[in-house]
């Protein structure tokens, strides 16, 4: 009886709950509508124009200040200080018609004051709740600033290292790129964008972007429904789920029309069948690309093309302020429609509280205790250990004396990679500071070789050899300068830059106990660098708190866990190379692996027996998707499950034992696979569906348990989704080859 009463009252307060909720998201509807009646067709389409602001000091240019008073701007972007967003946002209150203020867009990617790794190296880690907790302080810091929108996170799959934002991605796995996109959605959102320290997200870019052919940056795209659905989708569904607030629109031809003026994409799937609330942001100046690209014939026939295709705010080619007008008197474009892509963009500043909270929020909130203490952590789990010879790592703290070598130990500004805008270089703390703040002065001997990533002059390479000759332990800081990755800044080649090959031969020559720290953000080509260093630390481009984070790596304080977002091939010409990819007819083995050398001089030409490999460099990669080195090791065994047959209502329980063999407390990412053997489509040998980030000390073993619903078996064959009955391989492990493995049947 009295639990009937308690659940009756629950109920009550729930059905209360929602309905609070339903009649405030309508007052704020009609708000918002009431707005929008009292509103020329001028600066409607002006909240539908997002303008690049030029000038970098006060005062506001004249022809800004007049845009924005007269209400044509909705929404400005790259503000460059405080007081020039205040500025903008007072004219925009005070002095326009109706006050309405500004968005006020800045790509703050991977931190805002605090730098975190970039964000492949935060994929790295593995650990949406970190992620999550980096977006909140980078909207916590932004909104100090006044910035309330961030073109942030991007969610593109990335299966090709040549091109240079893979290092804004989080690599190759659609499953892992929905966890990280939602948890920093959630992270710079809150759980209400009214908060003070929440700011809108967008979900960019929309869609396929990463699959350029080639890995050249803007190049087009050609990705079968299929796969769009499975794969490149995928975080974009999630996101919306999420309750994003934009998304963004990208640059790229996606099977012959661009995603900028793609009804497909954004009008049907994005709005229509998702049912996304809030709005589309074109990317930089892409609707008047679409003329570049041959889709459209001038400036109206772009603008028209964008909006139709559901691009409601046009970032920075002013094609909608200039041609919306007339689209809509000549009677090609609904007024209605207008409406609705107004409304999706006022509802956002309504969420957002700017109305009644348009200016910065009160107090220094940059680069608090917190947040760096967050930075930190984040260095940590996102460094990958790749090799340790003979254990070289961790050093003893009580190591004589340090040689530290190469152009990124002491690099502050090319540590925090690339998209940095508000991030200062006088923050980051580099390796070097910390080596010698960890060991003090008289153990650490310095050089850095090489002025640059990219020096080829070796006039600074005897005074590293030298120095190295005089320490116990070689530590090598090399990778490349943060501006040889991100945007448009692919390569074809996917070496070290400059002559840090050399650098890495001669101080191997010595034969002391070397490490390599790898600062960069992109996939370099490691294969002919292992054999000359004991250690490599895939360290990425770690952001402020590089040097301290790697201490903590280096010295054995903390045990290296970043697992590989993204698939190391052996060489460029392997690329693309994923691990959930599907199986030819032909599948390689060692076995049958035709090695070029070993075939004799005018061998019988058959094609028995042969599979899917190259002469040179085989099948495999160099190292696999999920692969992570730590200071212990882990021992996976007992794999169960709860069934052998599920239903399509059932859930099954995956578990396992995993325990610490090793002699140190460290952290291991528990990760499940799956394979759907039989299909209608072929499906990929592989497929991640969960992971768990588990901290075991030396002895200590847990169950690991992974929840599989037939949701998580569903794929789409081209024309629709499908969760077909038959036989399932699972695995679970602690990276993409794991081979704990059983079998279930879903009936
Ligand atoms: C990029 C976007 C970015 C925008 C604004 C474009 O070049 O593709 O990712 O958000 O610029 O800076």
Redesign the pocket.
């Known amino acids: 009886m009295k639990l009937t009463k308690y659940l009756n009252s629950v109920l009550l307060i729930l059905v209360v709950m929602a309905t609070l909720s339903c009649s405030s998201e309508q007052d704020e509807m009609d708000h918002v509508d009431s707005l929008i009646n009292q509103m020329t067709l001028d600066e409607k389409i002006g909240q539908m124009n997002q303008l690049m602001n030029f000038v970098d000091s006060l005062p506001i240019d004249p022809y800004f200040y007049n845009l924005i008073k007269e209400g044509q701007v909705g929404s400005v972007?790259?503000a460059f200080s405080p007081e020039m967003i205040h500025e903008m946002q007072r004219i925009a209150v005070q002095e326009s018609r109706l006050g309405i203020p500004l968005l006020i867009?800045r790509?703050i990617i991977h931190g805002y004051r605090t730098i975190f790794p970039v964000n492949i190296g935060l994929a790295a880690t593995f650990n949406p709740q970190l992620v999550k907790e980096c977006a909140e302080i980078a909207a916590m810091e932004a909104r100090s600033e006044g910035v309330n929108w961030t073109?942030?996170p991007?969610m593109d799959i990335s299966r090709d290292p040549r091109w240079g934002?893979m290092v804004?991605s989080c690599g190759e796995d659609p499953y892992l790129a929905e966890q990280m996109a939602v948890a920093s959605i959630k992270g710079f959102q809150g759980d209400d964008l009214s908060n003070k320290n929440s700011i809108a997200a967008?979900a960019?870019?929309y869609v396929g972007y990463g699959a350029a052919i080639g890995g050249r940056d803007y190049n087009t795209t050609l990705i079968p429904e299929a796969e769009l659905r499975n794969v490149y989708l995928r975080p974009f569904k999630a996101a919306v789920q999420a309750d994003v607030a934009s998304v963004?629109s990208?640059?790229n031809e996606l099977n012959g029309v661009p995603t900028s003026g793609n009804v497909y994409t954004i009008r049907n799937i994005l709005k229509n069948e998702w049912g996304f609330k809030g709005f589309v942001v074109s990317?930089?100046a892409s609707v008047k690309n679409l003329q570049v690209h041959g889709f459209a014939k001038d400036s109206m026939d772009a603008t028209e093309k964008a909006f139709i295709a559901g691009v409601d705010m046009d970032?920075c080619s002013s094609y909608f302020i200039d041609n919306l007008k007339s689209l809509v008197e000549n009677g090609i474009v609904k007024e209605e429609l207008i409406d609705n892509a107004v409304r999706r963009i006022l509802k956002v500043k309504f969420d957002l509280d700017l109305f009644d909270k348009p200016y910065a929020t009160e107090g220094n909130k940059l680069l608090t205790e917190q947040a760096l203490d967050l930075a930190k952590k984040t260095v940590i789990q996102s460094a990958v250990l790749l090799q340790n010879k003979n254990n070289v790592l961790p050093l003893s703290k009580n190591i004589k004396k340090v040689a530290v070598i190469g152009p990124l130990a002491d690099a502050p500004h090319e540590q925090m990679g690339t998209w940095v805008f508000d991030g200062k270089e006088e923050n980051s703390i580099t390796p070097l500071k910390a080596i010698i703040d960890f060991l003090g002065e008289e153990r650490v001997i310095y050089s850095p070789g090489l002025e640059t990533s990219r020096t080829i002059d070796k006039k600074g390479l005897n005074d590293a050899i030298k120095t190295a000759q005089n320490a116990d332990v070689v530590l090598l800081f090399m990778g490349d300068e943060s501006i040889l990755t991100g945007?448009a800044h692919c390569r074809a080649e996917l070496t070290l830059p400059g002559c840090q090959n050399e650098l890495i031969h001669e101080i191997s020559k010595l034969g002391k106990p070397t490490v390599l720290v790898m600062m960069t953000g992109v996939i370099l080509m490691v294969e002919p660098i292992l054999g000359k260093v004991d250690a490599l630390l895939y360290g990425w481009h770690p952001g402020t708190m590089g040097g301290p984070g790697y201490v903590d790596l280096l010295f054995g304080i903390e045990s290296p866990s970043g697992k590989l977002p993204m698939t190391f091939p052996r060489t460029e010409g392997q690329i693309p190379v994923y691990y959930n990819h599907n199986n030819t007819g032909h599948p390689p083995s060692d076995e049958s692996w035709i090695r070029m050398y070993d075939i004799p001089v005018k061998a019988w030409q058959t094609s028995l027996g042969n599979t899917s490999h190259y002469l040179d460099y085989g099948f495999e990669p160099l190292f696999e998707f999920g692969f992570g080195l730590s200071y212990t090791e882990f021992q996976y065994s007992d794999i169960k499950l709860s069934k052998k047959v599920i239903s399509k209502n059932d859930t099954l329980v995956v578990a396992a034992k995993i325990k610490n063999i090793g002699g140190v407390k460290a952290d291991d990412v528990a990760q499940l696979y799956v394979r759907d053997l039989v299909g209608s489509i072929v499906r990929p040998v592989k497929e991640l569906k969960g992971f768990k980030r588990i901290r075991l000390n030396p002895g200590e073993e847990k169950i690991v348990e992974f929840m599989l619903s037939s949701e998580d078996l569903t794929f789409h064959d081209g024309e629709k989704w499908h969760v077909e009955p038959g036989e399932f391989h699972v695995w679970i492990g602690n990276s993409s080859k794991a081979s704990l493995m059983t079998k279930f049947e879903l009936k």
């Open positions: 972007l790259n867009g790509d073109f942030a991007m934002r804004e967008t960019k870019h963004m990208g640059f990317d930089w970032m945007e």
